[in-house]
């Protein structure tokens, strides 16, 4: 079992890295808190979501900053704080700050100062969604080993108990998946 | 793998198997996934299911999701002959699995051209025969007279000599080498087993069908036939790389065939293509069929009330990302009409910007690939689970720049949970309603009016309860969440979940109106910042109709008043009752409370909005 303490302490460890790197605020933890048996992806299904809606918004803006006749600030303005309150939301917090940043600038309808912004801002978006993705991936991976395991000890009747909730959401998950758990008598 | 999983030390091997994982989750997993399998086979304790199923169902389902996620192109082909049975009874699970395995195998191999399943029937082949009689010892029956390849398990005679529906594919004595010794069988002195006595005791007999997978691709060589089934085998270390893959899924696909009581096979020319072959038993019942549906083990969203003309369709075309497929001139066309008639979805997604991808089968838009195995994994869970003809209609909010069709038949309401397993089953987490929608659609009384159907600018997720309700005091209190930001809505709502309630959302001020002449609420969360109107003007008409009793002030505001008939909400007597009206404000300064009070809201919760602030604001206000 030692590998998967290990497995589970990097997966710790990465996660407080996106707290202490401020990647992640106390939102962010508020979301981890609503995952349960009924819903068990959902922090991964939010991040999603934002994903795809930063994505949209940043190139909107990309977009808007780019228009020779005119840049429409009333519509970056509009994008920011779309982008604000979602970030903020899921506890995106140095998106969220980006945000805020880039307001002042287009608030004062200065092209280049919002050009500099959104730079900034898409990088702090990727370096959020490669994050997140990494942090998932871990997630996902370690569950799967937790799977693996619980199927093998469950049959050779290790000394060492599962944490029952852990054996609970796995078998949840394996019977998800199309298997049949099977008794150890 | 699951020896070194269960050791305890960490060597250098796992050490760099955890670097691996971190850095590349989709492999690891893949592994896994396969690695489980393969395991519970080997174990003896995988359990076969037998279900009645529609093999051509089966088939075009696996080639439409595998076009779906097509990349190349290609043309996926499938046929299936005439007399193949409509129903069959088979572990339908491990048969979809066989088949997407062969598939998607063939489809990486294959860079042009085509790749084709075939499914006939064909007559009892002669290792079924031989299966079963192992059972004698010293028979003359015991000589092979086919090619049976020598890997072969006893695990055959458990399908002849089964006489249950449902069966374990048990591993005598590990493998089988000499069968002689098989405990099992029906013992047998003259090297025949008597079937047909023992397929008079059953309600059904057994059909062989025969599965061709055939493809155009890059053949396989002769020398690496010998080693294809076995376990972590890749053709050259060249191949593993290129190709990718695991190694395991031939082995895997093998080992449930022969689980069946059936066989693989392959036959496969270099630069030519290749053939994979396996030929199973089925029951078939030979009671008449037309009671059976319930019994169904697979029933898709795409088929609901699939119609005799998707049963005995036997051909099926698909190329890359086509969401439809081509019939044959006994298809049905009417597959589109019947994905139109289950209402919203078509719509919904559509309005909430989905690519038209996003709805019907699982793709990377935007999440990650594990959330694809996931819910690949649940949906063919949930898929088995579903009961037929939800009959459910939902709305939802749209954007606020789009129009939403309501499609809601108000005297076809059943009570649909949040679980509505057709609405995850095919629906990507891009669109969010759907995930986390709870709808509780009541049956409604008919008094409430027609024009509430179909108001076009209007749409609203609603938990309708009889017309009563006004007057009666309800113990869920309804909540109505004003709020244009879609992931707020969705972290909002779970929130609210977890502290039990099911809310109702708006998404701008209009709408938040309109939703309070037809329902009453006990407490309205309502963003400031909204467009078309926002929190603070929507606030003061609902005050102005709470003082006066009327909507005039809204209809000024350009907001039509609703129709006087009995649904809408306050009788005329009596003065229409406070709602408690929180705002969700960005900034918490203390001018924009002050503003907020000013405009008729009781309280404001600051952004971003978390569970303790929900839940005082909760036990404050209910």
Redesign the interface.
């Known amino acids: 079992?030692?590998?998967?303490n290990?497995?589970q302490r990097?997966f710790i460890d990465?996660s407080s890295s996106l707290h202490r790197e401020g990647i992640v605020d106390d939102?962010f933890t508020?979301?981890r808190?609503?995952e349960?048996e009924?819903?068990p992806?959902?922090v991964?299904?939010?991040a999603?979501?934002?994903?795809?809606?930063c994505?949209k918004l940043i190139n909107n803006m990309a977009i808007a900053l780019e228009q020779k006749q005119g840049v429409d600030f009333k519509q970056i303005d509009?994008c920011i704080?779309?982008l604000?309150?979602?970030s903020?939301?899921?506890?995106a917090m140095r998106v969220k700050n980006a945000c805020i940043a880039f307001r002042s600038f287009s608030g004062a309808q200065n092209r280049e100062g919002c050009l500099r912004c959104l730079q900034q801002l898409s990088h702090e978006y990727s370096l959020l969604k490669n994050k997140l993705?990494?942090l998932?991936?871990?997630s996902?991976?370690s569950r799967?080993?937790y799977?693996?395991?619980v199927?093998?000890?469950r049959?050779?009747e290790?000394a060492e108990p599962f944490p029952d909730v852990l054996v609970f959401q796995l078998e949840k998950?394996i019977?998800?998946?199309?298997?049949?758990i099977?008794r150890v008598h | 793998?699951?020896e070194?999983?269960?050791?305890?030390?960490?060597d250098r091997e796992?050490r760099q198997l955890?670097d691996v994982?971190?850095?590349?989750?989709?492999l690891?997993?893949q592994l896994?996934?396969d690695?489980?399998?393969l395991?519970?086979v080997e174990?003896g304790?995988?359990?076969l299911e037998a279900t009645k199923f529609r093999p051509r169902e089966v088939v075009k389902h696996v080639l439409q999701t595998a076009a779906a996620s097509l990349r190349k192109i290609l043309t996926l082909e499938g046929n299936v002959a005439d007399d193949v049975p409509i129903k069959v009874i088979g572990d339908v699970?491990r048969i979809r699995?066989i088949l997407t395995n062969l598939i998607s195998n063939a489809i990486k191999f294959t860079h042009e051209g085509k790749v084709g399943v075939k499914l006939y029937v064909v007559p009892e082949p002669p290792f079924a025969k031989e299966g079963s009689q192992n059972g004698s010892a010293g028979s003359t029956a015991n000589q092979s007279t086919t090619n049976v390849p020598k890997e072969e398990t006893c695990t055959s005679t458990s399908q002849t000599s089964s006489d249950q529906r449902g069966f374990h594919g048990k591993k005598h004595e590990g493998s089988c080498q000499d069968r002689s010794q098989s405990e099992r069988g029906t013992p047998v002195t003259n090297g025949t087993i008597d079937v047909t006595e023992e397929q008079a005791e059953l309600p059904e007999t057994t059909v062989w069908i025969r599965c061709d997978v055939h493809d155009t691709g890059i053949g396989i060589p002769e020398n690496a036939l010998p080693t294809l089934f076995k376990k972590y085998m890749q053709v050259s270390a060249d191949h593993a790389r290129k190709y990718g893959g695991t190694g395991l899924g031939l082995a895997i696909c093998k080992q449930l065939v022969e689980l069946m009581g059936g066989r693989l096979t392959v036959s496969s020319q270099v630069h030519c293509g290749s053939t994979f072959t396996f030929i199973l038993p089925y029951k078939v019942s030979l009671s008449c069929d037309h009671s059976d549906d319930a019994d169904d083990g697979l029933s898709d969203m795409d088929d609901h009330g699939a119609t005799d003309d998707d049963a005995t369709a036997g051909f099926f075309q698909f190329q890359p990302r086509t969401l439809g497929s081509l019939f044959s001139s006994n298809g049905s066309s009417r597959t589109q009409n019947l994905l139109a008639h289950n209402i919203g979805y078509v719509n919904s997604h559509k309005i909430n910007g989905c690519s038209e991808n996003c709805y019907s089968f699982p793709t990377s838009?935007?999440?990650?690939k594990?959330?694809d195995l996931?819910e690949d994994?649940?949906s063919?869970?949930e898929a088995l689970e579903i009961s037929p003809e939800p009959e459910s209609s939902f709305s939802h909010s749209p954007d606020h720049d789009n129009e939403s069709a309501i499609c809601r038949d108000e005297h076809h309401h059943n009570v649909v949970n949040a679980?509505n397993k057709v609405s995850t089953r095919d629906v990507s987490?891009?669109s969010?309603t759907s995930?986390?929608v709870d709808v509780k659609v009541k049956i409604t009384e008919p008094q409430l009016p027609a024009e509430r159907q179909g108001r076009s600018d209007s749409g609203f997720q609603s938990t309708l309860n009889s017309s009563r309700e006004a007057s009666n005091s309800i113990s869920k209190p309804k909540i109505l969440l004003v709020e244009d930001?879609?992931?707020?809505v969705?972290?909002t709502r779970?929130?609210m979940k977890?502290l039990g309630h099911t809310i109702d959302v708006v998404s701008n001020g209009v709408e938040a109106v309109r939703a309070i002449q037809y329902h009453s609420y006990d407490l309205v969360l309502m963003d400031v910042?909204m467009?078309v109107m926002d929190g603070l003007q929507t606030t003061r008409l609902i005050r102005s109709f709470e003082k006066t009793g009327n909507w005039d002030e809204a209809a000024k505001a350009g907001i039509e008043k609703p129709s006087p008939s009995s649904d809408s909400l306050q009788p005329d007597c009596t003065p229409p009752k406070r709602i408690p009206v929180i705002a969700m404000t960005?900034n918490a300064l203390s001018e924009s409370a002050d503003e907020c009070s000013a405009n008729g809201m009781d309280s404001f919760i600051s952004?971003?909005?978390?569970?303790q602030k929900l839940k005082e604001c909760l036990e404050q206000y209910l």
């Open positions: 079992m030692d590998f998967v290990q497995l990097k990465y939102q508020q979301l808190k609503l349960d009924n819903s992806h959902f991964m299904e939010v999603s979501l934002f994903f795809e809606d994505e509009e704080h779309q604000k309150g979602s903020s939301s899921i506890g993705q990494t998932f991936r871990v996902v991976a799967c080993l799977v693996c395991l199927i093998f000890c049959e050779n290790p998950q019977v998800a998946a199309g298997g049949s099977p | 793998m699951a070194i999983l269960a050791t305890t030390k960490l796992q955890l994982m971190i850095s590349s989750g989709d690891v997993l896994i996934n690695i489980l399998d395991s519970k174990s304790v995988m359990k699970l699995q838009n935007g999440q990650t594990e959330m996931f994994a649940c063919v869970a679980e987490s891009c969010e995930r986390e930001n879609k992931i707020n969705m972290v779970s929130m977890q910042c467009p960005a952004k971003p909005v978390t569970f």
